[in-house]
């Protein structure tokens, strides 16, 4: 593709019901088996708004690339392609992003709106549009009355996808959550409650002022956005399962027929490493191509890959054992700096009749693997990052890196949870490739 900094370099584009696009797939599977590649690295992205925005996250997480894999540091007779998975995805532009200067925002304000995330969430979610408007209305507005505040929430509600994805039962798999099919509290319990869990989840991490803290129920439209903010991620962490195992597993299958010494090497950030994660299960039988998994800043359940939960022994986790399925290692990337998957996404996780804290912050059981990464997997080692680009990282299995010395920027409510494109991660998926030495 012209303008991306490696080459050679594929696309690959799904829908939301994981078919790719036919000429995408077509030109991967015919050049790739033509050009003498040993190893593929595809990146999956997570919160987008834009085709262009995922380009350029591409073209500056592959940067690194070239200059790692030069200078006798690559792995005998390597040769390195490419390829980017775009699939529909949406970012609320009230999020500051490192190093896209559009995406810096002021760290507090009142909750709005803006034309940027409504158009989002028409064109990707997908949203009416005059359930937008009137989603707009009411946060421009914030009236101190409960019956607006239930109707906003009643309104965002309806936008979350109920259940295991049609798409994916209908073609003999299923997308369930990663702690089964239970439905998440935030779409069940009272609208008041939820608001003010949400508002106090914020103002922990300081995306809401201390002056609104006092009576009246204007600060629980700070809670209400945030509440309609993951109403929206609710529904992208399941697409994400669905395009992982009904689109991008079947096509490596058909990929590893064409190219069978193929090396694939899957990479994927927040809702896109549960893309990749998904593409194990939608793998088929016969294929083993994928050679390695890293995941950064993972927004799925960091019991996603065990064999057995410790609350639940009955069942395991939504990828169970599949791990096993990776040739070299799965490596989790995680930071301490990651507001988003630290602080609302166990809250947004939490299931009615959970008897956790207020902000629902109970790590032990609806922690984000790319918070503190995977857990109750037998022999998962846990590396600094110094340690894994030392030549710590196993040959396979699972493995935790810490990577909060270099995974640290970023605002409120996320914090670092976007600030992946560094040369150290680049070097982690090269390495957890044995591409390099």
């Given at each position: 593709?012209?303008?991306?900094c ?5 696309e690959?584009?799904?829908d939301?019901?994981?078919?790719v ?8 599977i015919?050049?790739a088996?033509?050009?003498g ?7 999956a992205?997570?919160?987008?708004n ?20 030069g ?10 392609g490419?390829?980017g998975v ?5 970012h609320?532009a009230?999020e ?5 200067p ?8 009142p ?12 064109e990707?979610?997908?949203c ?10 009411l946060?421009?507005r ?8 239930d ?6 509600r ?6 295991p ?40 991490v300081?995306?809401?002022p ?7 129920l204007k600060?629980?439209?700070h809670?209400a956005?945030?509440?309609l903010?993951?109403?929206?991620y ?11 195992q009904v689109g991008?597993g079947?096509?490596?299958?058909e990929?590893?027929?064409s ?7 899957l990479?994927?950030?927040?809702f896109?490493?549960?893309?990749v ?19 950064l ?9 065990a064999?057995?939960?410790?609350f ?11 791990h096993?399925?990776v040739?070299g290692?799965v490596?989790?990337c995680?930071?301490?700096h ?5 602080v ?23 922690g984000a ?18 340690e ?10 699972c493995?935790?890196v ?6 640290s920027?970023?605002?409120?409510p996320?914090?670092a949870h ?5 040369t150290e ?5 090269l390495l957890?490739?044995?591409i390099?030495?």
């Amino acid at each position: 593709m012209a303008g991306m900094c490696v080459e050679p370099y594929w696309e690959l584009t799904f829908d939301a019901a994981g078919d790719v696009r036919p000429g995408d797939r077509d030109a991967l599977i015919r050049e790739a088996a033509g050009t003498g590649l040993t190893d593929l690295v595809v990146f999956a992205h997570g919160w987008n708004n834009e085709r262009s925005t995922a380009t350029r996250l591409y073209d500056r997480f592959f940067a690194p690339f070239p200059r790692l894999l030069g200078g006798g540091g690559a792995a005998d007779g390597a040769r390195v392609g490419y390829a980017g998975v775009f699939w529909p995805s949406m970012h609320f532009a009230d999020e500051p992003v490192p190093d896209f200067p559009e995406h810096r925002v002021a760290a507090v304000c009142p909750p709005a709106l803006d034309p940027a995330t409504r158009g989002a969430l028409i064109e990707v979610l997908p949203c009416e549009e005059a359930v937008a408007d009137r989603l707009a209305e009411l946060l421009a507005r914030r009236p101190e009355d409960r019956a607006s505040l239930d109707e906003f929430v009643a309104l965002a509600r309806g936008l979350a996808v109920p259940g295991p994805s049609g798409v994916a039962a209908a073609r003999g798999g299923r997308d369930a959550d990663d702690l089964g099919d239970a439905v998440p509290a935030m779409l069940t319990d009272d609208a008041r409650r939820v608001c003010e869990s949400f508002t106090a989840a914020l103002a922990s991490v300081g995306a809401v002022p201390p002056e609104l803290f006092g009576g009246g129920l204007k600060k629980l439209w700070h809670g209400a956005y945030e509440l309609l903010r993951q109403t929206s991620y609710y529904t992208m962490k399941r697409r994400a399962g669905t395009v992982g195992q009904v689109g991008l597993g079947p096509l490596l299958g058909e990929l590893a027929r064409s190219a069978p010494g193929l090396r694939v090497h899957l990479a994927g950030h927040s809702f896109g490493a549960r893309l990749v994660s998904f593409a194990l299960r939608g793998l088929p039988a016969e294929a083993a191509c994928v050679a390695s998994l890293t995941l950064l800043q993972g927004a799925f359940s960091h019991y996603a890959f065990a064999p057995r939960l410790p609350f639940a022994s009955d069942r395991g986790g939504a990828l169970g054992g599949l791990h096993r399925r990776v040739r070299g290692p799965v490596v989790c990337c995680h930071s301490r700096h990651d507001t988003a998957l630290g602080v609302l996404y166990p809250l947004a996780s939490r299931v009615s009749g959970d008897d956790g804290s207020l902000l629902g912050l109970d790590g032990a059981r609806w922690g984000a693997i790319g918070h503190g990464g995977i857990q109750a997997v037998g022999g998962c080692a846990r590396l600094s990052l110094r340690e894994a680009l030392g030549g710590g990282l196993p040959a396979d299995g699972c493995v935790n890196v810490d990577a909060s010395a270099v995974v640290s920027r970023g605002g409120p409510p996320s914090g670092a949870h976007s600030d992946i494109c560094h040369t150290e991660l680049a070097r982690v998926v090269l390495l957890a490739g044995r591409i390099v030495r």
